[in-house]
């Protein structure tokens, strides 16, 4: 296998292009060499996939048997329609890393992979889409729908789009769980939203990348939502968090309408905490048929705090500020439910 991985330097697209390389493939690296470090062993193209020159001079180092796109969350459909155009005729098949946010009924309601998508153009800008007053839709969602639909128009059946919700694990660099996992260290009284019971479906980047790795190979097509199958309960993942790190915390659960009714902002300042029905009820068995293989939820958190205690240090990213609630509020939400 000769492939092209768009990104291949950090998280995901790191995964990815080292795990090629330990089945024997040939990789290829493209991005603009400002985040992480090119992998060793990979052949690096460094330039602007939004550059339609840069694109013409990476084309000149195919073909390849794949793409892997890890790179499009931030572009445009049009950005996208443009490297999948450039590319269409030097790629066997593209496969696309998108999200969940496509659906039209996430986060509300319970996801399956025939599931309606948002309607997007191809050739869509950056002010395509609305977010709406509950916070779904939203503009991300339609441009990632877009960003498909950009990929479809080239490269039709030859396209597979990955659907993940949340991805975890070493190299992080969103801030989830290594939030959680610093604050568990930290311990004492610990807001914790109820119930404790809820399942959440994180997955590890590494099960991710070794199931877009296996997509590259194959000759499947069409759309594959990527989450955990089994889950865990969110008590027993704070629970994983405290025994790895040792913290002496004690959670404190608290009612979902008390946190919000406090401003605690979900999904950000409590992270993986979302009240949507749909968030968590994502069915990935059309994934699992296909081969994804999901390690325990409890295997990530491990293996994240013992990156971390190695001076783990992710690529710097502005989202990493958004996440974790300060501990001043915390300690007076605390307090007011003494």
Not at 85 to 94: G, I, Q, S, Y
Not at 180 to 202: C, V, Y
């Given at each position: 296998m000769?492939i092209l991985?768009?990104?291949?330097?950090?998280?995901?697209?790191k995964?990815?292009a080292?795990?090629a390389?330990?089945?024997?493939?040939?990789?290829?690296?493209?991005n603009r060499g400002?985040?992480?470090?090119d992998v060793e062993g990979?052949?690096?193209?460094?330039?602007d996939?939004?550059?339609r020159?840069?694109?013409k001079?990476?084309a000149?180092h195919?073909?390849?048997?794949?793409?892997?796109d890890t790179?499009?969350s931030?572009?445009?459909?049009r950005?996208?329609l443009l490297?999948?155009?450039?590319?269409?005729?030097?790629?066997?098949?593209w496969?696309?890393?998108s999200?969940?946010?496509?659906?039209?009924?996430w986060?509300h309601?319970e996801?399956a992979d025939?599931s309606?998508?948002?309607e997007?153009p191809?050739d869509a800008d950056?002010?395509?889409?609305?977010?709406g007053?509950?916070g779904s839709?939203?503009?991300?969602?339609?441009q990632?729908?877009?960003?498909?639909?950009?990929v479809?128009?080239?490269f039709?059946?030859?396209?597979?789009f990955?659907?993940?919700?949340?991805i975890?694990?070493?190299?992080?660099y969103?801030?989830?769980l290594?939030?959680?996992l610093n604050?568990?260290?930290r311990g004492?009284?610990i807001?914790?939203?109820?119930?404790?019971?809820?399942?959440i479906?994180?997955?590890?980047?590494?099960?991710?990348?070794?199931f877009?790795?296996?997509?590259?190979?194959?000759?499947?097509s069409?759309?594959?939502?990527?989450?955990?199958?089994?889950?865990?309960?969110?008590?027993d993942?704070?629970?994983?968090?405290?025994a790895?790190?040792?913290g002496?915390?004690?959670?404190v659960w608290?009612a979902?309408?008390?946190?919000?009714?406090q401003?605690?902002r979900?999904?950000?300042?409590?992270?993986l905490?979302?009240?949507h029905?749909g968030?968590w009820?994502v069915d990935?068995?059309?994934a699992v048929?296909?081969?994804?293989?999901?390690?325990?939820?409890a295997?990530?958190i491990?293996d994240t705090?013992a990156?971390?205690e190695?001076?783990?240090?992710?690529?710097?990213?502005p989202?990493?500020a958004?996440h974790?609630i300060?501990p001043?509020?915390?300690?007076?939400i605390l307090?007011?439910?003494a």
């Amino acid at each position: 296998m000769r492939i092209l991985v768009i990104g291949g330097t950090w998280f995901l697209g790191k995964n990815i292009a080292e795990g090629a390389l330990e089945r024997g493939w040939s990789v290829t690296t493209f991005n603009r060499g400002r985040s992480g470090r090119d992998v060793e062993g990979a052949e690096p193209v460094h330039g602007d996939r939004t550059v339609r020159e840069d694109l013409k001079r990476l084309a000149q180092h195919g073909p390849w048997d794949a793409v892997v796109d890890t790179s499009s969350s931030e572009l445009a459909p049009r950005d996208v329609l443009l490297s999948t155009t450039a590319l269409r005729d030097v790629a066997r098949r593209w496969v696309h890393i998108s999200t969940v946010s496509v659906y039209q009924g996430w986060p509300h309601q319970e996801l399956a992979d025939t599931s309606p998508l948002l309607e997007c153009p191809a050739d869509a800008d950056e002010t395509y889409g609305y977010t709406g007053e509950d916070g779904s839709p939203t503009i991300y969602g339609f441009q990632k729908a877009g960003g498909e639909r950009a990929v479809t128009q080239a490269f039709g059946d030859r396209a597979v789009f990955l659907r993940p919700g949340v991805i975890l694990g070493p190299g992080e660099y969103v801030g989830r769980l290594p939030w959680w996992l610093n604050r568990a260290k930290r311990g004492g009284r610990i807001l914790a939203p109820e119930p404790s019971s809820q399942r959440i479906q994180p997955v590890d980047v590494r099960d991710v990348a070794e199931f877009a790795l296996d997509q590259a190979a194959s000759g499947s097509s069409g759309g594959y939502n990527v989450a955990h199958p089994d889950g865990l309960a969110f008590g027993d993942f704070l629970a994983e968090c405290l025994a790895v790190t040792g913290g002496a915390g004690k959670p404190v659960w608290t009612a979902p309408d008390v946190l919000i009714e406090q401003g605690v902002r979900q999904w950000t300042e409590m992270p993986l905490w979302r009240t949507h029905a749909g968030v968590w009820s994502v069915d990935a068995s059309r994934a699992v048929a296909a081969g994804l293989r999901c390690r325990p939820i409890a295997d990530t958190i491990r293996d994240t705090w013992a990156w971390l205690e190695a001076d783990g240090r992710p690529v710097g990213h502005p989202r990493w500020a958004d996440h974790g609630i300060a501990p001043e509020k915390e300690a007076k939400i605390l307090a007011s439910l003494a």
